[in-house]
Protein backbone atom coordinates (compact mmCIF):
# COMPACT_ATOMS: atom_id res chain seq x y z
CA UNK A 1 0.00 0.00 0.00
CA UNK A 2 2.10 2.48 0.90
CA UNK A 3 4.96 2.10 -2.01
CA UNK A 4 2.13 2.53 -4.43
CA UNK A 5 0.68 5.65 -2.29
CA UNK A 6 3.87 7.44 -2.56
CA UNK A 7 4.36 6.70 -6.15
CA UNK A 8 1.12 7.96 -6.66
CA UNK A 9 1.57 10.92 -4.82
CA UNK A 10 5.55 11.66 -6.40
CA UNK A 11 3.13 11.73 -9.72
CA UNK A 12 0.79 13.95 -8.03
CA UNK A 13 3.82 16.39 -6.98
CA UNK A 14 5.15 16.22 -10.64
CA UNK A 15 2.17 17.21 -12.12
CA UNK A 16 1.61 20.05 -9.57
CA UNK A 17 4.70 22.07 -10.09
CA UNK A 18 1.71 25.49 -9.08
CA UNK A 19 -0.88 26.10 -6.97
CA UNK A 20 -3.00 26.55 -10.45
CA UNK A 21 -2.14 22.75 -11.71
CA UNK A 22 -2.24 21.16 -8.48
CA UNK A 23 -5.73 22.51 -8.75
CA UNK A 24 -6.20 21.38 -12.23
CA UNK A 25 -4.54 18.13 -11.06
CA UNK A 26 -7.01 17.35 -8.76
CA UNK A 27 -9.91 18.37 -11.26
CA UNK A 28 -8.04 16.29 -13.76
CA UNK A 29 -8.26 13.05 -11.47
CA UNK A 30 -11.73 14.19 -9.65
CA UNK A 31 -13.19 14.16 -13.42
CA UNK A 32 -11.70 10.49 -14.21
CA UNK A 33 -13.88 9.34 -10.98
CA UNK A 34 -16.74 11.05 -13.04
CA UNK A 35 -16.95 14.35 -10.75
CA UNK A 36 -18.23 17.26 -12.71
CA UNK A 37 -17.33 20.88 -12.67
CA UNK A 38 -19.82 23.21 -11.41
CA UNK A 39 -19.69 26.69 -12.73
CA UNK A 40 -19.69 29.18 -10.06
CA UNK A 41 -21.86 31.68 -11.91
CA UNK A 42 -24.56 29.15 -12.52
CA UNK A 43 -26.90 27.66 -10.21
CA UNK A 44 -25.80 24.87 -8.10
CA UNK A 45 -27.97 22.12 -9.76
CA UNK A 46 -26.87 19.33 -7.16
CA UNK A 47 -27.48 15.67 -7.98
CA UNK A 48 -26.42 12.90 -5.88
CA UNK A 49 -22.42 12.01 -7.03
CA UNK A 50 -19.51 14.29 -6.91
CA UNK A 51 -18.90 17.80 -7.86
CA UNK A 52 -16.42 20.66 -7.83
CA UNK A 53 -15.69 24.46 -8.04
CA UNK A 54 -12.16 25.34 -9.46
CA UNK A 55 -11.36 28.80 -8.06
CA UNK A 56 -7.92 30.23 -9.68
CA UNK A 57 -4.99 27.84 -7.66
CA UNK A 58 -8.00 26.91 -5.41
CA UNK A 59 -10.63 23.48 -5.42
CA UNK A 60 -13.49 22.84 -3.49
CA UNK A 61 -14.96 19.22 -4.21
CA UNK A 62 -17.79 17.61 -2.69
CA UNK A 63 -19.63 14.02 -2.78
CA UNK A 64 -23.23 14.11 -1.94
CA UNK A 65 -24.33 10.35 -0.90
CA UNK A 66 -27.62 9.55 -2.38
CA UNK A 67 -29.14 9.65 0.87
CA UNK A 68 -28.11 12.82 1.69
CA UNK A 69 -30.81 14.61 3.56
CA UNK A 70 -30.87 18.21 4.73
CA UNK A 71 -32.62 17.00 7.91
CA UNK A 72 -30.01 14.66 9.22
CA UNK A 73 -26.92 15.06 7.32
CA UNK A 74 -23.40 17.33 7.75
CA UNK A 75 -20.79 18.49 6.14
CA UNK A 76 -17.08 15.89 6.81
CA UNK A 77 -14.66 18.26 5.56
CA UNK A 78 -10.88 17.84 5.02
CA UNK A 79 -8.99 20.93 4.46
CA UNK A 80 -5.11 21.87 2.76
CA UNK A 81 -3.04 24.59 0.73
CA UNK A 82 -1.87 23.97 -3.26
CA UNK A 83 0.73 26.42 -2.78
CA UNK A 84 4.51 26.50 -1.45
CA UNK A 85 7.10 29.00 -1.21
CA UNK A 86 8.69 29.96 -4.32
CA UNK A 87 9.98 32.76 -6.14
CA UNK A 88 7.67 34.55 -8.00
CA UNK A 89 8.19 36.60 -11.25
CA UNK A 90 8.28 40.07 -11.06
CA UNK A 91 5.85 41.97 -13.31
CA UNK A 92 8.37 42.83 -16.00
CA UNK A 93 10.92 40.25 -15.09
CA UNK A 94 13.38 40.52 -17.52
CA UNK A 95 17.02 42.03 -16.25
CA UNK A 96 19.95 42.06 -17.55
CA UNK A 97 23.72 41.97 -15.62
CA UNK A 98 27.06 42.06 -16.82
CA UNK A 99 26.47 40.01 -19.93
CA UNK A 100 23.67 38.38 -18.17
CA UNK A 101 20.11 37.63 -19.00
CA UNK A 102 17.93 37.15 -15.23
CA UNK A 103 14.44 37.11 -14.33
CA UNK A 104 13.70 39.72 -11.57
CA UNK A 105 11.59 37.76 -9.02
CA UNK A 106 9.86 38.11 -5.29
CA UNK A 107 9.85 36.05 -2.71
CA UNK A 108 6.90 33.81 -2.24
CA UNK A 109 6.15 32.98 1.34
CA UNK A 110 8.38 31.85 4.03
CA UNK A 111 11.52 29.83 1.34
CA UNK A 112 14.89 28.85 2.97
CA UNK A 113 16.48 30.79 0.54
CA UNK A 114 19.50 29.10 0.31
CA UNK A 115 17.54 25.75 -1.03
CA UNK A 116 16.86 27.90 -3.94
CA UNK A 117 20.60 27.82 -5.31
CA UNK A 118 22.79 26.14 -7.67
CA UNK A 119 18.88 23.59 -8.79
CA UNK A 120 17.48 23.97 -12.40
CA UNK A 121 13.96 25.66 -12.01
CA UNK A 122 11.46 26.11 -14.44
CA UNK A 123 8.60 28.29 -14.36
CA UNK A 124 5.16 27.35 -13.24
CA UNK A 125 1.99 29.14 -13.24
CA UNK A 126 -0.86 30.99 -15.26
CA UNK A 127 -0.65 33.85 -17.97
CA UNK A 128 -4.30 35.06 -18.46
CA UNK A 129 -4.35 36.92 -21.87
CA UNK A 130 -6.13 40.43 -22.68
CA UNK A 131 -9.79 38.69 -23.48
CA UNK A 132 -9.16 37.20 -20.27
CA UNK A 133 -8.78 33.51 -20.93
CA UNK A 134 -6.14 31.67 -18.60
CA UNK A 135 -3.03 29.59 -19.69
CA UNK A 136 -1.71 27.47 -17.17
CA UNK A 137 2.19 27.48 -18.22
CA UNK A 138 4.91 24.98 -17.47
CA UNK A 139 8.60 25.39 -18.68
CA UNK A 140 11.16 23.01 -18.29
CA UNK A 141 14.16 23.47 -16.65
CA UNK A 142 15.31 27.09 -17.54
CA UNK A 143 16.76 28.79 -15.00
CA UNK A 144 19.74 29.00 -11.79
CA UNK A 145 20.50 31.10 -8.86
CA UNK A 146 23.97 30.59 -8.58
CA UNK A 147 25.61 30.36 -5.66
CA UNK A 148 29.32 32.15 -5.37
CA UNK A 149 32.28 30.30 -4.71
CA UNK A 150 34.02 29.91 -1.72
CA UNK A 151 36.96 30.93 -3.21
CA UNK A 152 35.35 34.26 -4.16
CA UNK A 153 33.95 35.20 -1.05
CA UNK A 154 35.49 33.30 2.15
CA UNK A 155 32.77 34.09 4.80
CA UNK A 156 30.26 32.04 2.52
CA UNK A 157 30.63 29.17 5.06
CA UNK A 158 30.74 31.04 8.26
CA UNK A 159 27.19 32.06 8.09
CA UNK A 160 25.24 32.69 4.43
CA UNK A 161 23.80 35.81 4.18
CA UNK A 162 21.39 36.47 0.82
CA UNK A 163 19.78 39.52 0.20
CA UNK A 164 16.75 39.00 -1.01
CA UNK A 165 16.82 41.94 -4.09
CA UNK A 166 20.81 40.96 -5.44
CA UNK A 167 21.23 37.25 -4.58
CA UNK A 168 18.26 35.48 -5.42
CA UNK A 169 17.73 36.66 -8.71
CA UNK A 170 17.93 33.42 -11.34
CA UNK A 171 19.78 33.24 -14.42
CA UNK A 172 18.46 32.07 -17.58
CA UNK A 173 20.90 32.79 -20.55
CA UNK A 174 24.07 34.39 -21.22
CA UNK A 175 25.20 37.12 -23.90
CA UNK A 176 21.79 36.78 -25.50
CA UNK A 177 20.21 40.52 -25.01
CA UNK A 178 17.78 39.34 -27.27
CA UNK A 179 16.32 37.05 -25.48
CA UNK A 180 13.31 38.08 -23.35
CA UNK A 181 11.57 35.57 -20.57
CA UNK A 182 8.25 37.04 -21.12
CA UNK A 183 8.57 36.61 -24.89
CA UNK A 184 9.83 32.93 -24.21
CA UNK A 185 7.26 31.97 -21.69
CA UNK A 186 4.74 33.29 -24.32
CA UNK A 187 6.45 31.35 -27.53
CA UNK A 188 6.40 28.15 -25.05
CA UNK A 189 2.87 28.11 -24.43
CA UNK A 190 1.78 29.62 -28.14
CA UNK A 191 0.71 32.93 -27.18
CA UNK A 192 1.51 36.29 -28.90
CA UNK A 193 3.46 38.57 -26.36
CA UNK A 194 1.22 41.42 -27.17
CA UNK A 195 -1.87 39.13 -26.18
CA UNK A 196 -0.36 38.34 -22.69
CA UNK A 197 -2.17 41.11 -20.70
CA UNK A 198 -0.36 39.70 -16.99
CA UNK A 199 1.13 36.50 -15.50
CA UNK A 200 0.94 34.79 -12.25
CA UNK A 201 4.70 32.48 -12.47
CA UNK A 202 6.60 30.90 -9.86
CA UNK A 203 9.99 29.18 -9.74
CA UNK A 204 9.61 25.30 -9.18
CA UNK A 205 12.85 22.61 -8.93
CA UNK A 206 12.62 20.44 -11.79
CA UNK A 207 14.21 17.45 -10.18
CA UNK A 208 11.73 14.36 -9.70
CA UNK A 209 11.11 13.19 -6.22
CA UNK A 210 12.96 10.16 -5.22
CA UNK A 211 12.51 7.28 -2.96
CA UNK A 212 15.83 5.97 -1.03
CA UNK A 213 17.74 5.16 1.81
CA UNK A 214 18.90 1.21 2.68
CA UNK A 215 15.12 0.12 3.40
CA UNK A 216 13.88 2.40 0.81
CA UNK A 217 12.20 4.30 4.07
CA UNK A 218 12.44 8.12 3.14
CA UNK A 219 10.74 10.64 0.18
CA UNK A 220 12.27 13.55 -0.38
CA UNK A 221 10.37 15.83 -3.00
CA UNK A 222 9.38 19.36 -2.93
CA UNK A 223 5.86 20.68 -1.74
CA UNK A 224 5.21 18.21 0.66
CA UNK A 225 4.21 20.69 2.39
CA UNK A 226 1.33 20.80 1.56
CA UNK A 227 0.65 18.77 -1.26
CA UNK A 228 1.03 15.16 1.02
CA UNK A 229 -2.23 16.03 2.79
CA UNK A 230 -3.81 17.59 -0.58
CA UNK A 231 -3.19 14.13 -1.97
CA UNK A 232 -4.26 12.45 0.45
CA UNK A 233 -7.44 14.44 0.92
CA UNK A 234 -8.23 13.48 -2.53
CA UNK A 235 -7.55 9.79 -2.32
CA UNK A 236 -9.60 9.53 0.81
CA UNK A 237 -12.65 11.41 -1.24
CA UNK A 238 -12.51 8.67 -3.70
CA UNK A 239 -12.09 6.17 -1.84
CA UNK A 240 -14.31 6.63 1.03
CA UNK A 241 -18.11 5.32 1.55
CA UNK A 242 -20.75 6.82 2.30
CA UNK A 243 -21.49 8.09 5.96
CA UNK A 244 -24.87 9.49 4.35
CA UNK A 245 -23.06 12.74 5.16
CA UNK A 246 -21.52 15.22 2.34
CA UNK A 247 -18.18 14.61 2.09
CA UNK A 248 -15.99 18.25 1.62
CA UNK A 249 -11.84 18.39 -0.01
CA UNK A 250 -11.36 22.05 0.60
CA UNK A 251 -7.82 22.57 -1.18
CA UNK A 252 -6.86 26.35 -0.48
CA UNK A 253 -4.09 29.01 -2.06
CA UNK A 254 -1.82 31.18 -0.47
CA UNK A 255 -1.37 29.55 3.20
CA UNK A 256 1.86 30.49 2.63
CA UNK A 257 1.28 34.35 2.82
CA UNK A 258 -0.97 34.28 5.04
CA UNK A 259 -4.52 33.21 3.03
CA UNK A 260 -6.07 35.95 2.62
CA UNK A 261 -7.76 36.23 -0.56
CA UNK A 262 -10.62 35.05 -2.87
CA UNK A 263 -8.86 31.51 -2.48
CA UNK A 264 -7.27 31.66 0.46
CA UNK A 265 -8.55 29.54 3.66
CA UNK A 266 -9.69 32.75 5.00
CA UNK A 267 -11.48 33.78 2.52
CA UNK A 268 -15.46 33.16 1.49
CA UNK A 269 -14.64 30.14 -1.02
CA UNK A 270 -15.52 27.12 1.43
CA UNK A 271 -18.45 29.30 2.69
CA UNK A 272 -19.67 29.73 -0.07
CA UNK A 273 -19.84 26.33 -1.30
CA UNK A 274 -21.09 25.18 1.13
CA UNK A 275 -24.05 27.05 1.78
CA UNK A 276 -25.05 26.49 -1.88
CA UNK A 277 -24.53 22.75 -1.33
CA UNK A 278 -27.01 22.71 1.48
CA UNK A 279 -29.31 25.35 -0.34
CA UNK A 280 -29.51 22.84 -2.83
CA UNK A 281 -30.31 20.30 -0.61
CA UNK A 282 -33.18 22.14 1.11
CA UNK A 283 -31.08 23.66 4.12
CA UNK A 284 -31.95 27.15 4.20
CA UNK A 285 -31.93 29.69 6.99
CA UNK A 286 -32.31 27.44 10.28
CA UNK A 287 -31.38 24.19 8.35
CA UNK A 288 -27.95 25.43 7.63
CA UNK A 289 -27.08 26.05 11.08
CA UNK A 290 -28.32 22.56 11.99
CA UNK A 291 -26.23 21.35 9.35
CA UNK A 292 -23.12 23.04 10.04
CA UNK A 293 -23.99 22.02 14.29
CA UNK A 294 -23.55 18.38 12.79
CA UNK A 295 -20.51 18.84 10.49
CA UNK A 296 -16.57 18.65 11.19
CA UNK A 297 -13.42 19.54 9.49
CA UNK A 298 -10.11 17.93 9.70
CA UNK A 299 -7.29 21.02 8.50
CA UNK A 300 -4.12 18.57 7.12
CA UNK A 301 -0.98 19.97 6.95
CA UNK A 302 2.47 19.07 7.07
CA UNK A 303 4.13 18.79 10.58
CA UNK A 304 7.48 18.97 11.80
CA UNK A 305 9.11 15.89 13.27
CA UNK A 306 12.04 15.81 15.89
CA UNK A 307 15.27 16.84 14.07
CA UNK A 308 18.60 14.33 15.45
CA UNK A 309 20.74 17.48 14.81
CA UNK A 310 18.42 19.83 16.49
CA UNK A 311 16.53 17.54 19.38
CA UNK A 312 16.21 20.52 21.99
CA UNK A 313 14.20 22.27 19.24
CA UNK A 314 11.21 19.99 20.16
CA UNK A 315 9.37 19.33 23.53
CA UNK A 316 11.16 16.47 25.72
CA UNK A 317 8.12 14.48 26.05
CA UNK A 318 6.71 14.83 22.16
CA UNK A 319 9.00 13.34 19.45
CA UNK A 320 7.09 12.78 16.56
CA UNK A 321 9.24 10.64 14.01
CA UNK A 322 8.69 9.56 10.22
CA UNK A 323 7.58 6.38 9.66
CA UNK A 324 5.46 6.29 13.23
CA UNK A 325 1.90 8.29 11.29
CA UNK A 326 0.21 11.65 10.99
CA UNK A 327 0.65 13.97 13.83
CA UNK A 328 -2.02 15.09 15.33
CA UNK A 329 -1.14 18.97 16.38
CA UNK A 330 -1.70 20.43 19.29
CA UNK A 331 -0.92 24.23 20.73
CA UNK A 332 -2.77 25.75 23.67
CA UNK A 333 -2.97 29.41 21.88
CA UNK A 334 -5.26 28.17 19.35
CA UNK A 335 -2.47 28.06 16.53
CA UNK A 336 -3.54 24.70 15.65
CA UNK A 337 -7.62 23.87 16.12
CA UNK A 338 -7.31 20.62 18.16
CA UNK A 339 -9.18 20.36 21.11
CA UNK A 340 -10.31 17.46 23.43
CA UNK A 341 -13.32 16.87 21.62
CA UNK A 342 -11.83 16.84 17.98
CA UNK A 343 -8.85 15.24 18.99
CA UNK A 344 -11.40 12.19 20.16
CA UNK A 345 -12.92 12.11 16.29
CA UNK A 346 -9.00 12.04 14.82
CA UNK A 347 -8.72 9.42 17.16
CA UNK A 348 -11.67 7.58 15.90
CA UNK A 349 -10.64 7.95 12.44
CA UNK A 350 -7.33 6.48 13.16
CA UNK A 351 -8.33 3.54 15.18
CA UNK A 352 -10.84 2.96 12.09
CA UNK A 353 -8.04 2.97 9.99
CA UNK A 354 -6.11 1.23 11.57
CA UNK A 355 -3.50 3.90 11.77
CA UNK A 356 -0.75 4.80 14.19
CA UNK A 357 -0.67 8.28 15.18
CA UNK A 358 2.00 10.71 17.43
CA UNK A 359 0.93 14.15 19.15
CA UNK A 360 2.80 16.97 18.77
CA UNK A 361 3.09 19.76 20.88
CA UNK A 362 6.02 22.89 20.60
CA UNK A 363 8.80 23.21 22.90
CA UNK A 364 7.48 26.50 24.69
CA UNK A 365 10.58 28.49 23.14
CA UNK A 366 9.55 27.90 19.53
CA UNK A 367 6.54 29.35 18.52
CA UNK A 368 5.07 26.97 15.67
CA UNK A 369 3.62 27.67 12.79
CA UNK A 370 0.15 27.83 11.98
CA UNK A 371 -2.59 26.48 9.37
CA UNK A 372 -6.18 27.31 7.48
CA UNK A 373 -7.72 25.31 10.60
CA UNK A 374 -7.99 28.32 13.12
CA UNK A 375 -9.47 30.58 10.51
CA UNK A 376 -11.89 27.85 9.17
CA UNK A 377 -13.06 27.45 12.50
CA UNK A 378 -13.60 30.90 13.33
CA UNK A 379 -15.82 31.23 10.31
CA UNK A 380 -17.75 27.92 10.28
CA UNK A 381 -17.65 27.15 13.90
CA UNK A 382 -17.80 23.43 13.53
CA UNK A 383 -15.52 20.82 15.56
CA UNK A 384 -11.61 20.74 14.22
CA UNK A 385 -8.42 19.48 14.47
CA UNK A 386 -5.19 20.14 12.38
CA UNK A 387 -3.65 17.17 11.89
CA UNK A 388 -0.26 16.53 8.57
CA UNK A 389 2.77 14.15 8.27
CA UNK A 390 5.88 14.34 9.88
CA UNK A 391 8.65 15.71 8.11
CA UNK A 392 12.23 16.95 7.95
CA UNK A 393 13.41 20.22 6.07
CA UNK A 394 10.20 21.87 5.91
CA UNK A 395 9.98 24.52 3.21
CA UNK A 396 13.15 23.70 1.86
CA UNK A 397 13.05 22.39 -2.07
CA UNK A 398 13.49 19.17 -0.85
CA UNK A 399 11.51 18.12 2.01
CA UNK A 400 12.21 14.73 3.48
CA UNK A 401 8.76 12.58 4.70
CA UNK A 402 8.81 8.87 5.29
CA UNK A 403 7.61 6.43 3.11
CA UNK A 404 4.33 5.18 5.35
CA UNK A 405 3.16 8.27 6.79
CA UNK A 406 1.43 9.66 3.68
CA UNK A 407 -0.55 6.67 2.71
CA UNK A 408 -1.90 6.26 6.22
CA UNK A 409 -3.01 9.86 6.40
CA UNK A 410 -4.98 8.77 3.53
CA UNK A 411 -6.74 5.85 5.40
CA UNK A 412 -7.00 7.75 8.33
CA UNK A 413 -8.84 10.69 6.39
CA UNK A 414 -10.67 8.16 4.56
CA UNK A 415 -12.05 6.37 7.77
CA UNK A 416 -13.03 9.95 8.74
CA UNK A 417 -14.97 10.43 5.58
CA UNK A 418 -17.15 7.50 5.83
CA UNK A 419 -18.32 8.05 9.48
CA UNK A 420 -15.61 7.43 12.04
ZN1 LIG B 1 1.72 24.08 5.01
Redesign the pocket.
Known sequence: MSAAHIADLARFVTASPSSFHAAAEVARRLGVAGFTQQAEDAPFAIEPGGGYVLRDGAIVAWYVPTDADAAHSGFRIVGA?TDSPSLKLKPQPTAFSVGWQQAAVEVYGGPLPNQWLDRELGLAGRVVTRSGEQVLVRTPAWLRVPQVAPHLDRSVNESLKLDRQAHLKPVYSVGRPDLDILQLVAEHADLDLADVASHDLYCYVTEAPAVFGPTEEFFASSRL??LSSVHAGLVALLDAESSGDVTVLACFDH??VGSSSRSGGAGPLLEQVMRRLAGALGAEGDAWHRMLARSSCISA??GHAIHPNYPHLHDPEHRPLLNEGPLLKHNANLRYTSDAASSALWRRACEAAGVPTQDFVSNNAVPCGS?IGPMTAERLGVLMCDVGIPLLSMHSTRELAGTKDPGWLAEALTAYYAGA
Do not use: G, L, S, V
Open positions: HDNEEDAT
